[in-house]
């Protein structure tokens, strides 16, 4: 009777909507996919959502490392995969879908100028006080439309780490090895060609072009 009395418990409480957020969650809003139920050959390494990216620390808006992406995009990304995996290539993500709420904590982040913990790895040749105003952060961001990847092949050279703020990391910055050049015009070359457009001060981002009904959202990741 006990089991039978919590089975209705919990039933009502669904109806309700009385159950806690977690158990809530339904995962992507509308229109969205997560990545992993669409293709199971890229890897997923959500910087973002843990601690190695340049704030040292999960950003908000983060709860699950997953990429969560408009299905358009995931759709073109799988495409991407294919190709890549016929030439002996992997993918590796580093974000995809970004809240707001995380934008704003990157826009509080450069504001605090005591906090310099992650300045020798991500920005070490300019101030933290020009990540925005010299495009490696947009406060209106592409990804926050779900449409926008960061994306490399997996242990491959590709001149600069992803998130390196400097002028190394430009698409086409000349003075990277054969091989990192090599690896990043395969990279732009597969992405073009499947409906992606390059962001030119990094190599790593790229937006899904051609949808209308793209809108910003704040829906946590989780």
Known sequence: MKEMRRAVLSLLAVCAGTLPAAARRAGPPPGFVRLADLVSTIKEDMRYAGKENFTGRPVAGYRVPQCWLRREAAEALAAVAKE????????????????QRATRAFIAWAGDEADQAM???????????????????????MHSLGIAVDIGFLDHDFGT?????????????????????????????????????????????FSFMGLADVKPLDVEIG
């Not at 890549?84 to 970004?98: E, H, M, N, P, T």
Request: aromatic share 16%.
């Open 119 to 141: 300045k020798a790895a991500y920005y070490p040749q300019i101030d933290k006080n020009e990540i925005f105003a010299q495009g490696y952060i947009a406060k209106e961001s």
């Open 84 to 99: 890549a995996q016929a030439q002996g290539l992997k993918l590796v993500v580093y974000d995809c879908y970004r809240p």
């Open 161 to 205: 780490p992803f998130d390196l703020f400097d002028e190394a990391s430009a698409t086409d910055y000349p003075n990277i090895s054969p091989v990192a050049r090599k690896n990043r015009e395969m990279l732009f070359a597969l992405m073009i060609k499947h409906g992606f457009e390059n962001l030119p001060q990094e190599w790593w981002h």
